[in-house]
């Protein structure tokens, strides 16, 4: 994602929890740089924030994004689904007074390490990537964390600039042929 935004001009912080890797991409993009922030605790955040501003003079674009695989208990799918678009969608009526767009990428399983790791260890990261086109309802392609990327950067850009409280479903297709996704979605207040 930082990659994407620093090659088409933008100068970009990366607040995230692993440093190993943010510095790593420092120091192949120098408009690039990297500070600690766990998002779970306030101060982390607004010392990501003041970084920015000290360095920038201001925020223009912020892209929150969390790979996880958490299981689900004591929770229906349409339920947790509804409840996490409506933070979104909240989030957008709040900031929209202030010409703050809040948008929200849904992506479809990409076969990444994290994905390998919970499908288990002994499962290789192509058999994991089989699996998804399997479970994908368009068939001769599949997802790729690039569509993914692409998606966030154009509600980043400016042709996006009237777009707001908008789920963008990356999914080729899957919600709509997933019972349980397509209901969750039509629960879910616009």
Same mark, same amino acid.
């Given at each position: 994602?930082?990659?994407?935004?620093?090659?088409?001009?933008?100068?970009?912080?990366?607040?995230?929890?692993?440093?190993?890797?943010?510095?790593?991409?420092?120091?192949?993009?120098?408009?690039?740089?990297?500070?600690?922030?766990?998002?779970?605790?306030?101060?982390?955040?607004?010392?990501?924030?003041?970084?920015?501003?000290?360095?920038?003079?201001?925020?223009?674009?912020?892209?929150?994004?969390?790979?996880?695989?958490?299981?689900?208990?004591?929770?229906?799918?349409?339920?947790?689904?509804?409840?996490?678009? !409506?933070? /979104? *969608?909240? %989030?957008?009526?709040?900031?929209?007074? +202030?010409?703050?767009?809040? =948008?929200? @990428?849904?992506?479809?399983?990409?076969?990444?390490?994290?994905?390998?790791?919970?499908?288990?260890?002994?499962?290789?990261?192509?058999?994991?990537?089989?699996?998804?086109?399997?479970?994908?309802?368009?068939?001769?392609?599949?997802?790729?964390?690039?569509?993914?990327? !692409?998606? /966030? *950067?154009? %509600?980043?850009?400016?042709?996006?600039? +009237?777009?707001?409280?908008? =789920?963008? @479903?990356?999914?080729?297709?899957?919600?709509?042929?997933?019972?349980?996704?397509?209901?969750?979605?039509?629960?879910?207040?616009?």
């Amino acid at each position: 994602m930082a990659k994407l935004f620093a090659t088409h001009g933008a100068k970009v912080i990366i607040a995230d929890i692993q440093d190993e890797r943010g510095h790593s991409i420092c120091k192949e993009f120098p408009t690039i740089s990297y500070v600690h922030c766990d998002v779970t605790k306030e101060s982390d955040i607004e010392n990501a924030i003041n970084d920015v501003i000290s360095k920038h003079g201001k925020l223009d674009i912020m892209f929150n994004n969390a790979e996880i695989i958490m299981p689900v208990q004591n929770t229906s799918a349409l339920e947790l689904e509804k409840r996490h678009f !409506e933070k /979104v *969608f909240d %989030l957008c009526l709040e900031l929209g007074e +202030y010409g703050i767009r809040v =948008n929200c @990428v849904s992506p479809f399983l990409i076969s990444t390490p994290l994905l390998g790791d919970a499908m288990g260890s002994v499962v290789a990261e192509e058999a994991v990537a089989e699996w998804v086109a399997a479970a994908a309802n368009l068939k001769g392609t599949v997802a790729e964390t690039d569509d993914i990327v !692409e998606a /966030v *950067f154009f %509600l980043g850009s400016d042709e996006s600039k +009237y777009m707001s409280g908008l =789920n963008m @479903v990356v999914d080729g297709g899957y919600s709509k042929v997933n019972l349980m996704i397509t209901m969750a979605m039509r629960g879910v207040r616009f």
